[in-house]
């Protein structure tokens, strides 16, 4: 089992329930923040080995959270996940900044794969 670490931004309760309870019967530990304006203070704090970054996160945003970690010297390594339902995801991860993407709904099984790839690169 994995003792890695996974952040999630997300607003939405349902996602980060479901993703937390997943991700921590693969033996992640999971935390959870449902803003992203501290988002650098949020991933010195816990120091994750993976961050899942929600769009439509309230403040700033996931495409401005994302470009701040991937600007910042101690968080830029940290690999990042973008989740949205928006049609244009793949732009959107790539201004971000972000190392992949997921569309929203998505399958939970890819979810899961996804995850271990980028925390076992």
Not at 13 to 24: A, D, Q, R, Y
Not at 62 to 84: E, M, N, W, Y
Not at 112 to 119: A, S
Request: charged residues 25%; aromatic residues 4%.
């Amino acid at each position: 089992m994995s003792s890695k670490t996974i952040l999630i931004f997300d607003d939405d309760t349902n996602i980060l329930e479901i993703c937390s309870i997943v991700l921590e019967d693969l033996g992640y530990q999971v935390a959870v923040s449902e803003t992203s304006h501290n988002v650098i203070e949020r991933v010195e704090e816990i120091q994750p080995d993976l961050i899942l970054m929600d769009n439509w996160i309230p403040k700033i945003g996931g495409v401005a959270a994302t470009q701040r970690l991937k600007a910042h010297p101690v968080c830029r390594d940290i690999p990042v996940i973008f989740l949205s339902a928006n049609h244009d995801l793949e732009k959107l991860a790539q201004d971000a900044g972000a190392d992949t993407f997921l569309e929203k709904p998505f399958d939970l099984d890819v979810l899961e794969q996804m995850v271990e790839e980028c925390v076992n690169k």
